[in-house]
Structures are given as structure tokens and as C-alpha cells.
T-cell receptor, first 111, second 115 residues
């Protein structure tokens, strides 16, 4: 099925480092969502973006809706151990279409 | 408020069998969506139900079907199982349909293994 290009696929970082990940698409989206999935659980919504250029924060997380509407970025500042998990982006063209998901970025924090 | 519950949590089947998975949405939520998640592939949309009607369907073969009951509980069925159907099947509920503009709450998933 159709997917967004999400990168990186995985990240090994030290506690306290900042993290950046992004999603790109060849199609324009009107909604971008970022989710986090912990082991054994379903994804949980972190940030929702509905407008090109929008920059939204949720604690140490900041996400941006790209100006071209074909990409989105998620940054995590000062990572902590509980940030480990898989982060997914998801985009939607409009409410008549289903969400399209990225393959995920696995975040691992080195002890 | 109880979250989305899915049963069973784990299931092992053999090729050719059929399976039914169940999802109970959050109380008051009338929209239920189903996804298939495989490693490295993200989530693939299966279908969305609202008020007992299938509102949207992904690109899966007809072996995958679903339904929603009057209490908003939903089931999905996979017939003639194939090895490639091994995956985590996630259910998500929301008050209204439209997955992007209504926050979906996901259940923990049913891990299906086909041998």
C-alpha cells in the first residue's frame, strides 16, 4: 500500500541529545499527525498539524507542517529514557481519505 | 473511562483457517478503524466503520472483512489465512469518522501468527 517516506528508520542516541525525524511524500497532505508506539501497545497521538507552516509543541516535542504540504518534521529535545519507542508520521489528503502512515522511526537511547 | 479493548491479544492459526478478531471501542465512540501492522511497514488501513456502516476501505483482498454492531463493537474476519497475514492487528476508535481530524485511540492490538 501507499506509504510516506519516514527517516531515519532507527536512531541510537545518548540521553540528553536532541532528536530529529521527518516524513516526506510525493502527494500534498492537509493533515499531518505524529504518533508514538510503546512495546505491546497501540500508537498514541502526540501532535496534530492542520495548516501548512504550522509549528506545534507538546512539551519537549515540536512538530512542523512543511510549507510545501509534502513533508513534516518532529523534534524531541533533551531526550530521556521514556522517549524510546517507535514514532510514526501519518498524513491525510482530506477527511474522505484514510490516513497514510510512515514506516516508523525506532528511537533507542544508549545507556 | 476504559480504553479500547481487543480480544484476543495473541492468536496462532494455520494456513487456510479463518479468524475473527474483536474490538470494543471507548464508551461513546461510534467510529472504529482497523489496521494491519507489520515490521518495517507501518500501519496499513483495512476499513473504517461508523454507525454499523463501512465508511472506508483499504486495499486488502476480499478475505478481509469486518462489521460493526449496534453497540459500536466491531469484529474483523480473515478467511483462508496465508502466512503473510501474520501481523499485529490494531483497532482504533473515535467519536466521529475521519481519521485525520478526530483523535483516534488505539487498542493494544491482536498479534496473529499464521503457521
Amino acid at each position: 500500500g501507499q506509504q510516506l517516506n519516514q527517516s531515519p528508520q532507527s536512531m541510537f542516541i545518548q540521553e540528553g541529545e536532541d532528536v530529529s525525524m521527518n516524513c516526506t511524500s510525493s502527494s500534498i497532505f492537509n493533515t499531518w499527525l505524529w504518533y508514538k508506539q510503546d512495546p505491546g501497545e497501540g500508537p498514541v497521538l502526540l501532535i496534530a498539524l492542520y495548516k501548512a507552516g504550522e509549528l506545534t509543541s507538546n512539551g519537549r516535542l515540536t512538530a512542523q507542517f512543511g510549507i510545501t504540504r509534502k513533508d513534516s518534521f518532529l523534534n524531541i529535545s533533551a531526550s530521556i529514557p521514556s522517549d524510546v519507542g517507535i514514532y510514526f508520521c501519518a498524513g491525510q489528503r482530506d477527511s474522505n481519505y484514510q490516513l497514510i502512515w510512515g514506516a516508523g522511526t525506532k528511537l533507542i537511547i544508549k545507556p | 473511562k476504559a480504553g479500547v479493548t481487543q480480544t484476543p491479544r495473541y492468536l496462532i492459526k494455520t494456513r487456510g483457517q479463518q479468524v475473527t478478531l474483536s474490538c470494543s471501542p471507548i464508551s461513546g465512540h461510534r467510529s472504529v478503524s482497523w489496521y494491519q501492522q507489520t515490521p518495517g511497514q507501518g500501519l496499513q488501513f483495512l476499513f473504517e466503520y461508523f454507525s454499523e456502516t463501512q465508511r472506508n476501505k483499504g486495499n486488502f483482498p476480499g478475505r478481509f472483512s469486518g462489521r460493526q454492531f449496534s453497540n459500536s463493537r466491531s469484529e474483523m474476519n480473515v478467511s483462508t489465512l496465508e502466512l503473510g497475514d501474520s501481523a499485529l492487528y490494531l483497532c482504533a476508535s473515535s467519536y466521529f469518522p475521519g481519521q485525520g481530524n478526530n483523535e483516534q485511540f488505539f487498542g493494544p492490538g491482536t498479534r496473529l501468527t499464521v503457521l
